[in-house]
């Protein structure tokens, strides 16, 4: 009966009966999601109908920064704005026109490293560098634009065309916008970016970004405002979308350049260093400039008086005075958030939904909650080097050669109960069981192309025998040919309840089935190191905006470059050891970079998802809906905005657009009516007199 149960399934799965071995169950489809509507609906609109570059006839400041033109401490605001500001369109401002005050109390989890983002530093997330960096395309508003108009939308980078042959992009900047500190923002910086960041091998820019992010892409500056990147390959239009936020968002050159080594800079260690954590007022191109910095305390940042962006009426934006960024957990996030204290959170930790839905639903509660798409998942990844990455003992190496080996990679998944798993984290519609790859729900998800191997404890030990893997000791674990106890280490990102949650339950799970795992929780930094230099056997990872929207990061889909993959990297010469079916990954991936018709691209990633969930390349876990909490006080708060889809909520709320009425404004400021001053002044914040 078992037999022809398997043999029946895998007809239906085209998948010839023949490769499907007697003793393991038929792999299969994914069962539906329960259903679970987002609440909120995006309006959708064109990226047009967002913003457009202009000159207006007349701009306006808070009262308060008139006083520092006055004590002759910042020029004219006309002199600060570029030629044709970014200009917000008061019709998609959901609450329309702003005012100026108040503040945004974020609570964030990370902590700042220091200021040099290009150097890899990290901003401690949660929103600092989203709101500090600007970079040449926008992606995060990208969930309320029509599908037929979706594209990057345009940022620093106001224009761009192909040419015929599509091997050049030009690229034309805004004209006339200055860093936070009044210098001019130019190709100087894009050009500093790109060939001694990205190109520079001892460079490495904190999400990664390399050569193939880029296409393999020659820079060249044509002027001030214009610069072009020439492809072997026609119309690599994902490049545009690799012009957002993590990766092309140029840092002020006229600070930076100074500190490299190329120029004049003692080394590469000491231009990573070179704008620690207590360097304030580092020069951005966002709203919001670091003024002060208490260590696990708080983070605040109060206007950039440059800003380069205007609403209709030529309010010169931010129309929030002040950021602030408590240096807590991801957990206290939330739990600030609803109770008020902070103004923002993505929930996205389902343990804390039951008592957040709960708070929230309470007339009084000062927070609104809006559930998003499910487009919150996790996945387990096996390290599947085998010429050295993360230079490897030679137990680690026999581990990572039975990851190289499917019928282990099986055992895995057969061994998982992921419906155990997101129950573990929360009860009801919320999660779904997540074979791992493109997401269900997301435009490019194909059921009929997503292989699924079920939890069924009886097949994952006949794939573990499959591997060559046995209990010979007799003590319920399965031992290495001819040695101990197989002991696999498993890194996850201890800074989140629902990373260890699931973590514990794989190495429970696992036991189940005999393999011995170990957790290695780490935090931070710490974790994001360990991640990216290969030190670990598995890793389980809260996966990236790819396997989401797929036409975000493109690259990072497969390892099509020696640093685009999180589980399979080059050796300390650069050399990917690819498996036939990642080899099937990276191609389909780059001929998807390189296609322009819509129907190739659908099929592309049909296949794509087929070799992926076939061949198990990311072991999914669980994928669940995020909400958006958000302190009711906040007007211009667009419909639907999902916590992440092409980036996070941080981004997709448009912050320089969001505003608090007058008569709602509450007396939170911890530097009021002040601005930044000058690059490493360690005074703080300056008055107008
Ligand atoms: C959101 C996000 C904004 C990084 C980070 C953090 C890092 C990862 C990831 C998320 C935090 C919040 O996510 O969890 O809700 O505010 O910051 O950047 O997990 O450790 O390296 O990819 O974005």
Redesign the pocket.
Known sequence: MKIQRVALAALLLGVSAVAVRADVMAPTTPPDAPKFDAQGTPVFVNRSDIYEYKALPAYNEPEWVKAFETAGKLPPLAERLPKEPLVYKTANEPDGTGVYGDVMRHV???RPEGWNFWAGQSYG???I??GLVECLTRTGPLFEVNSSDLQPMPNLAKAWEWSEDGKTLTVHLIEGAKWSDGAPFTTADTEFYYNDVVMDKDVTPLMGASEATYANGVYKNVDDYTFTLTFDTAFPESVLYNFAYGNFCPGPSHILKPQHPKYGGKDYQSFHDAFPSDYMNFPVMGGWVVVEHRPDDVVVLRRNPYYWKVDEAGNQLPYLDEMQYRLST?GDRDVQAVAGTGDFS?L?QAENYVESLKKAADPASPAKLAFGPRTIGYSLFPNLSGNGWGEPTADQQAIRDLNRNLDFRKAISYGLDRQRLGDSLVKGPFTAIYPGGLYDGTSYYDKASTVYYPFDTASAKAELEAAGLKDSDGNGFVNVAGGGDLNVTLLT?S??ATDKNLAEGVVAMMGDIGVKVTLNALT?KD??NARDSGKFDWIII?N?TELITVVQNTANLAPTGPTTSNHHKGNGKGELDLLPYEQDLVDTVNKFIASRDPAERSDLMKHYQNVYTTNLDGIGLTAYPGALIINKRFSNIPAGAP??MYN?A?DNIIRERVFVAKDKQISAELHPNTLPGAPGDKGGPISAN
């Open positions: 964030i989890g990370g997330w949660g929103g560098d989203i991801w993505n996205e990102q800074d989140y931070g974790f994001d809260r990236g916590i992440f996070w941080e």
